[in-house]
T-cell receptor
Framework: DAGVIQSPRHEVTEMGQEVTLRCKPI?????LFWYRQTMMRGLELLIY????????DSGMPEDRFSAKMPNASFSTLKIQPSEPRDSAVYFC???????????????FGAGSRLTVL | LAKTTQPISMDSYEGQEVNITCSHN???????ITWYQQFPSQGPRFIIQ???TKVTNEVASLFIPADRKSSTLSLPRVSLSDTAVYYC???????????FGKGTRLSVIA
């Protein structure tokens, strides 16, 4: 299993440009999470999906942020227009199901480091 | 969601045992305790999960007292490569979103 795959690993863009981050979860996992990490705010949960349906997007900072999960193997996080304060590492994570201990922990991708100039 | 409190940072010498304690006074009956480790420039990764008493795996041990209001992650004989941020989370597995606190930054010194 290749794990959770995120792309791009690094992106540098200018303020006002559209940014699209992509995530492929682990096959068979039914929950997908988008997190953002900065030095000041730590790891923040932005949105999560269960069975491709958005469950809680209360962590999405503004209307400039949107996320989709068109199928079980793909999700995108879009920022339009981007601003310098959006600079952060964005992590995608997926989780399986089941209640036995250890069966349903998060597996994170390597992250996408975004720099908005 | 049960709130957790951990030390912000800890230092240790190589070869020592490190114990990181997490307080979760309002843990609910169905909550589990899960620890993650994050190295620089990587996403967090699962270390260990437990409900009560003691859990041990190849990486660490997790000690949970009877009242479950705290838990201790124990790393035996740490090495430089154990330098990372360690997060304690409490929640019902598979049922709640996982909210990460600030974690404990462990620095292992040669």
């Amino acid at each position: 299993d290749a794990g959770v795959i995120q792309s791009p690993r690094h992106e540098v863009t200018e303020m006002g440009q559209e940014v699209t981050l992509r995530c492929k979860p682990i096959s068979g996992h039914n929950s997908l999470f988008w997190y953002r990490q900065t030095m000041m705010r730590g790891l923040e949960l932005l949105i999560y999906f269960n069975n491709n349906v958005p469950i809680d997007d209360s962590g999405m900072p503004e209307d400039r942020f949107s996320a989709k999960m068109p199928n079980a193997s793909f999700s995108t996080l879009k920022i339009q227009p981007s601003e310098p304060r959006d600079s952060a590492v964005y992590f995608c994570a997926s989780r399986g199901q089941g209640l036995r201990s250890g069966a349903n922990v998060l597996t994170f991708g390597a992250g996408s480091r975004l720099t908005v100039l | 969601l049960a709130k957790t409190t951990q030390p912000i940072s800890m230092d240790s010498y190589e070869g020592q045992e490190v114990n990181i304690t997490c307080s979760h006074n309002n843990i609910a009956t169905n909550d589990y305790i899960t620890w993650y480790q994050q190295f620089p420039s990587q996403g967090p990764r699962f270390i260990i999960q437990g409900y009560k008493t003691k859990v041990t795996n190849e990486v660490a041990s997790l000690f949970i007292p009877a009242d479950r209001k705290s838990s201790t992650l124990s790393l035996p004989r740490v090495s430089l490569s154990d330098t990372a941020v360690y997060y304690c989370l409490v929640g019902v597995p598979g049922n709640t979103p996982l909210v990460f606190g600030k974690g404990t930054r462990l620095s292992v010194i040669a």
